[in-house]
């Protein structure tokens, strides 16, 4: 089974998924006219404005449910991994990735708000790829095709987000917490259990709520401790800089890091972390309550930043700065456990390799400024990143559920299903709360890599709406309007919710053609 996991992971994470994400964010950034950049003031504007409403969530608070699936463990120990395997120039194509795929954010979350629709059980707002994959195009002969083909999404979603990913963050926080304060593992997958239970039960506005207060404390939190060690190793910064730029470029650097490793790590460990492309984001942004598309595709554009631009690159500059890292040769062998199976020295000084790549070594990079409590720091914020991460991932999965079942028409079926779901992402975090990291991670990097060609490709296929949206967008801002969609004046057609909003408020224009 190890193997074909090993095997099944080498196909989804082969090149092309890589030369795809890159392609992608650099298509996308040129299609927008580099959004991602001259929209700034707007993206973090947007952030702390909007309002939420009985069906839906505020701006902000649908911010911090999106950081909440995407600031989690590949944020510190995904960051360590990549430079372990990558070399420090991984960091670099970490930058790159999130920068061009702040483009692709922005293109996949417009589409996950323009159809978006209200949850008939719940009143509350879904979306997501499988919606926007099915209804972007309805209204052609291909209908039918990209039916099956959001379908297909959603199934992959639902198991990758029960299954899959959870895994990943429940094994890194029962890892933490053992080498934290030697807590079983048994004991941390008893109280994630007990406390996932408990969110996951009080839907959509619970999930938001708790993100809402825990995600950018706990950020902040970790990046004030990555600033101390900074100013504490100020006189390392040009050096750590230097070392992650050249060691991108250079296949002769001096930790044996080569090109082609940095560019697949860094990008690999950049979407695991940020989730640009995977299709994720899109579902936070259709829960959010605002009066253009556009506002909430900006928003989530944003996030892209926060999570790269300053978690990950405060993970990664903690540990070079203080020479608590590892880099592996290419082709080095690991046991099941995911432990080097050869003993070679940590560049920067000298500890043994059986250890697990990732946790430790971002705690004993906060433990060699902070001694004694390191550890503690970094086992506690991973406990909240990786635990909003988990609960996101359920609100993800719950959303695609519900859109395989919205034509059953039994609640008691649909609740039934619903209540396993749960049940099963239970089990889930359970099961790798007990499982080794190499295992978690695999299935982990699988569930990400198929989300992924599925969802690229189909946003590459139906991005015209986005584009319509952006003008329309941008026109209204021109004239000084805070734009209000209406999608006949945009020209965007299968965009239900937003027509039916347009009539609701009296803003579409009489004669305006039907959608």
Known sequence: MTAFIDWLNGVVWAPPLVYLCLGAGVFFTIRTRM???????????QMFTGQKSEDGVSSFQALPMSLAGRVGTGNIAGTVTAIAFGGPGAVMWMWISALLGASTSFVESTLGQLYKERDKDTGEYRGGPAYYIERAYRHTKAHGLFKVYGTVFAFVTILSMSFLLPGVQAQSIASAAENAWSIPHWATAIAVVIALGFIVIGGVKRIATFASYVVPFMAILYILGAIVIAFVNIDQLFDVIGLVVSSAFTTTSAVGAMVGAAVEWGVKRGIYSNEAGQGTGPHAAA???VSHPVKQGLVQAGSIYIDTLFVCTATAFMVLSTGMYRVFPSGA???????????????????SAQVEVGVPYAQAGFDAVFPGFGASFVAISLAFFAFTTIVAYYYMAETNLKYVLRNVRNRRVSSALTRFLQLFILVAVAYGSMSTAGAAWALGDIGVGLMAWLNIVA?????????????????????????????????????????????????????????
Do not use: C, M
């Open 35 to 45: 959004i991602q950049i001259r929209q700034i003031p707007a993206i973090f504007k």
């Open 459 to 515: 946003i590459l296929i139906i991005q015209q709406p986005v584009f319509k949206a952006l003008r329309d967008y941008e026109r209204q801002r021109k004239h000084g309007l805070d734009p209000e969609f209406v999608p006949s004046e945009a020209g965007v057609v299968g965009a239900d919710f937003w027509d039916q909003r347009a009539t609701e408020k009296g803003l579409a224009k009489e004669g305006a053609p039907a959608q």
């Open 333 to 351: 062998q690991f046991d099941a456990d995911g432990n080097p199976a050869e003993t070679l020295e940590r560049v920067g000084g000298g500890v």
């Open 287 to 289: 829960a959010a309550e």
